[in-house]
């Protein structure tokens, strides 16, 4: 997913976080909510071209971050 991410406009950054539950999720923060929009819609077809019978994608959302300090 990340140079997927990576060629489309405004992207800022991307992670991948190992859940309690053993499942995984992804975050990635764009520098608007359309862009955002944008990746989730690539995201979803990316997925499910290439991983289909390994992964399922179960929801997306966009929100704002209420405070992220980068490096």
Do not use: C, K
């Amino acid at each position: 997913m990340l140079p997927i991410f990576q060629a489309q406009p405004g992207f800022v950054r991307y992670g991948l976080i190992l859940l309690d539950d053993g499942s995984v999720a992804s975050v990635s923060v764009w520098e608007t909510r359309a862009e955002a929009e944008a990746a989730n819609a690539s995201a979803a077809s990316w997925v499910a071209e290439n991983l289909r019978d390994r992964v399922e994608l179960q929801t997306t959302h966009v929100g704002d971050f209420f405070f992220d300090e980068g490096i």
